[in-house]
């Protein structure tokens, strides 16, 4: 079994940067699709960005892209979510996830349901 610890988060002003981490209890080798979602008060959960570990493309949500950036330290078994120029309608609770080994479908970014694995969560706040 997959657990997945997240780290980061915060408060910041718009415009500021959090990094947000994912960190694997073991190897991620064999999991082909990993996200990260977000849930804001009142919201429904929305896909923000997802990573294909096999080929390495990514997916962004429209509301996210060019200012979110995904990535995966294989070594080190841990995802990134860099993300920059934040704003207000940022703020939510984000979540990472895995897919199973055996998954060998799409990586798509508003996709949650393809996800076994899921991290604890943490909160993201951007004032204006």
């Known amino acids: 079994q997959v657990h997945l610890a997240q780290s980061g988060g915060g408060s910041v002003q718009a415009g500021g940067s959090l990094r947000l981490s994912c960190v694997a209890s073991?190897?991620?080798?064999?999991?082909?699709?990993l996200g990260w979602f977000r849930q804001g008060a009142g919201k429904g959960r929305e896909g923000v960005a997802s990573?294909?570990?096999?080929?390495?493309?990514?997916d962004y949500a429209d509301s996210v892209k060019g200012r979110f950036t995904i990535s995966e330290d294989n070594a080190e078994n841990t995802l990134y979510l860099q993300m920059d120029d934040l704003k207000p309608e940022d703020t939510g609770m984000y979540y990472c996830a895995a897919t199973r080994s055996s998954y060998g479908g799409t990586c798509r970014a508003p996709v949650f349901y393809i996800y076994a694995f899921w991290g604890q969560g943490t909160q993201v706040t951007v004032s204006s």
């Open positions: 073991q190897s991620t080798y064999r999991t082909k699709c």
């Open positions: 990573i294909n570990t096999r080929d390495g493309s990514t």
